[in-house]
């Protein structure tokens, strides 16, 4: 063994196996390991209690592991993890620094500026993929362009020539000896005084660390993967894995768990168990979509030029703060929202399906800016994960190709009916509506007087009337989506140049909840450099066009707006959206686009523009009559033309 030093700095990595940064340093000599803490550095994405709850749990756990190995973990809390790291070099005598990648826009930049500014000082950095299957920048289609829809994004994936291959953990670490300012996992000061009692139930539920997501990996593949595509759709009970706090801070490795689930594929398939096999499927493309949040966030990063979800900058938003409280506090009338933000609430945990329902139920109904949403999303959500929650966000907001349309509005009613059948998860949730029949249990404002008394209902005083009724909401809606097209189509007449074009978000400035501005400058690559590296992203102001617009490909009758109306707006803007888009963005895709990604304009289907295109506004008593079967297929059929559940 040679007699080098290296600093492992762990960030969302957690743990000791299949640990790339890790493995690499125990193989080249002596080892410092240290987790540096800067809330300072966190800036608006200070992580949310449970959050913190979280990674205390989890620093004290691998904390642990590592002394049982024969190293210490440094903690350090500081206001710049650049001067923490010099710190620890100056300490120790170490010429290396190793971590893993890490993809979030607000890590790319830090990352990007500390691995130059150690390599001026003459320290050799080298990163590794340790929260992947595959590099964003690994994943190209055939003219070498980032893909904009997942299924083409996956396949790719699933059809690499190399399997991603797990490393076994070191079992022994030799320590390099040195002497910095660290203080203890208490002293991090992640949980005040004040959250403990809350934060003291979460230890019932959760129990955060390497070695038991290792447990929990398990139980799940060999006891509910093979039922995971009957029962992911469930909202409540463990239907799914709960997975994703271990994921997000890389307390699993993901190839870890693609290969756990692999192997179960191989062996129902030679045992011609269907049923196991489509679980397989279904569950690897759960883990995809996590790859492609954070594939979508390097390859379409967001700036200062170009906003997150900028198909909505035009959006006319109503910043009503009484409406975010009562859809925070779950009091909105609706009782599957509500059972759902009383859940996140409660236990920092909601399914995935009730996360796309509150979350449309909050820019759709309410017309709420999407970044309070986001933001009280990553501040209460155990798993809150910023490229999954963008994604999400995306998902649901009519910005992503294959994701819900922005004039999708479903009802919370129907999808109660569809997804909480007997009405168990609302009563789990929401006690005051808990003696309700089942019949009513959704939509307890359409029964019968008696009915609510027997159930000791009282709309209004005990359980709030709808804070908006479905059809007024489907309106506002509509209109909201005309007024931004007019106000767009407005800014788009008042430039002659597209380039030109002042670029701003509707809902920038409103509360606190600003998405922030990142800009890459172009500098001198760094010395270090290996093909392992991390690319950064980099930006164009050329024509290019990268930006991932939706074409919506498939229309609800349910969901038509007003035909013509929409045929104006084709003509008006259905084509321009296009041409002011920026370029793709990643570093190595950039080098290899002469052409532009794809044009995807901000276009109307076709059929909208069609005769049959029935005007919203005739929705109303007609749509209440309408039969449940019909109504629950309608929506089967309209969740089936999403690619991402
Ligand atoms: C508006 C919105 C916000 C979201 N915010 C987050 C977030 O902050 N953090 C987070 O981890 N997930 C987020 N998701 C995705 C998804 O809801 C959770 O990953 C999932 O519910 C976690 O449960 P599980 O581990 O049991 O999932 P499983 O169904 O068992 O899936 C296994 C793993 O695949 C990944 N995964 C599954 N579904 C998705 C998805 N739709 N998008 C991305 N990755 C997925 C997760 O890492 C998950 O642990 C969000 C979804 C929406 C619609």
């Not at 230890?203 to 660390?209: E, L, N, T």
């Not at 279904?282 to 995809?288: E, M, N, V, Y």
């Not at 900028?310 to 059972?339: C, E, I, M």
């Not at 409660?346 to 820019?363: D, E, L, Y």
Request: aromatic share 10%; net charge negative.
């Amino acid at each position: 063994m040679s007699s080098n030093k290296t600093i492992v700095w762990f960030r969302r990595d957690l743990r000791i196996d299949d640990n790339p940064a890790l493995a690499a340093a125990v193989k080249d000599g002596s080892i410092f390991p240290v987790y540096i803490w800067c809330p300072k550095e966190e800036g608006q994405f200070y992580p949310g209690r449970v959050s913190r709850w979280w990674l205390k749990q989890s620093l004290a756990h691998l904390e642990q592991s590592l002394k049982s190995l024969g190293a210490e973990l440094t903690l350090i809390k500081t206001e710049s993890t650049l001067s923490a790291l010099l710190d620890c070099i100056n300490a120790t005598g170490a010429t290396k620094v190793v971590f893993n990648h890490l993809y979030d826009p607000v890590s790319l930049v830090r990352d990007h500026s500390i691995k130059e500014k150690l390599a001026e000082v003459g320290i050799s950095v080298q990163s590794y993929n340790g929260d992947l299957l595959y590099e964003p920048w690994e994943i190209y289609d055939e003219k070498g362009q980032a893909f904009t829809t997942f299924n083409a994004y996956w396949d790719r994936c699933l059809n690499m020539k190399t399997e991603p291959i797990s490393l076994l953990p070191p079992w022994r670490l030799v320590p390099a000896a040195g002497t910095v300012e660290r203080c203890s996992v208490e002293d991090l000061g992640l949980e005040n005084e004040s959250e403990k009692s809350s934060n003291a139930l979460l230890g019932r539920g959760w129990s955060p660390g390497w070695s038991n997501a290792d447990k929990i990996l398990t139980e799940f593949v060999e006891k509910q993967l093979i039922n995971y595509s009957k029962n992911r759709l469930k909202v409540g009970g463990n239907s799914t894995s709960l997975l994703s706090p271990y994921l997000h801070f890389g307390e699993l490795s993901v190839r870890k768990v693609f290969q756990c689930a692999r192997m179960k594929q191989i062996l129902w398939k030679r045992e011609q168990n269907s049923q196991g096999e489509e679980s397989v499927t279904l569950f690897l493309k759960a883990i995809g979509l996590r790859e492609y949040s954070r594939y979508l966030c390097f390859n379409f990063p967001f700036t200062h030029e170009r906003s997150l979800l900028s198909n909505l900058r035009y959006f006319p938003w109503h910043a009503d703060t009484n409406h975010f409280k009562a859809w925070r506090q779950g009091r909105t009338g609706y009782p599957l929202v509500d059972a759902g933000m009383r859940e996140l609430w409660a236990t920092g945990w909601m399914h995935n399906r009730i996360r796309v329902i509150v979350s449309c139920f909050a820019v759709k109904f309410l017309l709420l800016p999407w970044k309070w949403g986001m933001k009280y999303f990553w501040d209460t959500l155990l798993d809150a994960d910023l490229e999954c929650d963008i994604l999400g966000w995306q998902y649901i907001s009519g910005s992503l190709p294959d994701g819900h349309e922005l004039e999708r509005l479903d009802s919370p009613e129907i999808q109660g009916s569809k997804f909480d059948p007997e009405g168990e998860y609302v009563r789990q949730w929401l006690p005051e509506l808990a003696r309700m029949p089942t019949e009513w249990i959704h939509h307890p404002w359409d029964a019968p007087l008696t009915v609510l008394k027997a159930a000791g209902v009282e709309l209004g005083l005990n359980y709030p009337k709808p804070i908006i009724d479905i059809d007024t909401a489907r309106e506002r809606l509509t209109q909201a989506i005309f007024k931004m097209w007019e106000t767009e189509a407005a800014a788009k007449a008042a430039t002659s140049d597209g380039m030109n074009e002042e670029v701003f978000d509707n809902s920038d400035g409103m509360e606190t909840s600003a998405i922030p501005k990142i800009v890459l400058k172009e500098k001198s690559s760094c010395p270090t450099y290996s093909s392992n590296d991390q690319k950064v992203p980099s930006f164009h102001n050329g024509n290019n066009n990268g930006s991932l617009n939706r074409k919506r490909a498939k229309f609800v009758e349910e969901e038509r707006l007003p035909a013509d109306k929409l045929k104006n707006h084709d003509k008006e803007a259905g084509t321009s959206r296009g041409e002011e888009d920026l370029c793709s963005t990643a570093e190595s895709s950039a080098k290899r686009q002469s052409t532009s990604t794809s044009r995807m304009s901000f276009s109307v289907p076709q059929s909208c523009s069609s005769s049959e295109g029935r005007p919203l506004q005739e929705y109303d008593s007609s749509e209440l009559k309408r039969s449940w079967q019909e109504k629950i297929d309608l929506e089967q059929t309209s969740s089936k033309n999403g690619a991402m559940r």
